[in-house]
């Protein structure tokens, strides 16, 4: 095929639609449903010895491209313990036609039950538009943990904030009711974003929270200096902070993780068993 026929033929767009449903079976948690749309696959789960089900997402596809649209609904049903990964970083591709992908999830989790999804880092290339909302909803003695890490580009390359933007929105309710609400709208060619007050230059950021019954953050070493802990309402906990490269980013995800397990009365999960 010639270069001018590939440029003129319609360029695919993926709309991959996916649902995962985890339930308790004697005491076990199972992966009910895995319906993954391609290029999505699930791996089979891996449990721990404290009960949880980890469960990879992979994808068949290099990244994210302009057009493609992914929907992932996950249910946790009452008394099943989930967790959720990706293995390896999301690559949102260059954007030159001024288009945009998306990726919305939806979660519940019943009774008893607890999931905790942990993305393993979203890298947004030059011109990249990328666009996500996250809607959780929780029973009453439920458990939820989420973390969100960013790469503000590809450093090495020196294309930091070279992308159009990144716009994520996270909503969790309990039994209907807003319990936290948390948004993410970075546009570099709106408004100088790297200077004080807003990124101070960063090259990564990390969002999370937790919310179930749990104990307070611990102080730990000189990393509690670039990371922001705090508590929400009487059982929930966030986590968030900017850094300057991406090994003092690898080192702040290891100590969320490590200090939202001992929160919980859990064991730190093995990361470096399942990502890359």
Not at 55 to 79: C, K, L, M, T, W
Request: with cysteine.
């Amino acid at each position: 095929m010639t270069a001018r026929l590939a440029a003129e033929l319609p360029k695919a767009r993926i709309h991959s639609r996916s649902r995962l449903v985890f339930d308790a079976d004697g005491g076990r948690t199972r992966l009910a449903v895995r319906d993954a749309g391609a290029p999505l696959r699930v791996m089979r789960g891996f449990e721990l010895a404290d009960g949880r089900l980890i469960v990879q997402i992979i994808s068949a596809a290099p990244g994210f491209f302009s057009g493609d649209r992914y929907e992932i609904e996950i249910e946790v049903r009452r008394g099943a313990r989930a967790v959720v990964l990706t293995p390896a970083a999301a690559k949102i591709h260059s954007m030159p036609d001024g288009g945009h992908a998306t990726q919305s999830m939806r979660a519940h989790v019943g009774a008893g039950a607890s999931l905790e999804i942990y993305p393993t880092l979203s890298i947004p290339f030059p011109a990249s538009d990328f666009r996500q909302e996250v809607a959780i909803s929780l029973e009453s003695d439920a458990r939820v943990g989420w973390m969100d890490p960013w790469s503000f580009g590809r450093i090495d390359r020196g294309e930091k904030y070279a992308f159009r933007r990144i716009s994520t929105r996270l909503r969790i309710d309990r039994e209907g009711k807003p319990l936290y609400r948390d948004a993410l709208e970075v546009a570099p060619e709106a408004r100088s974003i790297g200077g004080w007050g807003s990124l101070e230059g960063a090259t990564h950021l990390v969002n999370g929270c937790w919310f179930g019954a749990c104990t307070p953050w611990e102080a730990e070493g000189d990393l509690d200096a670039r990371l922001l802990f705090g508590r929400l309402g009487d059982d929930g906990l966030f986590a968030r902070g900017l850094f300057q490269n991406g090994d003092a980013h690898r080192a702040a995800l290891d100590t969320i993780r490590a200090k939202a397990a001992r929160a919980w009365g859990l064991a730190e999960i093995p990361l470096t068993q399942f990502t890359l």
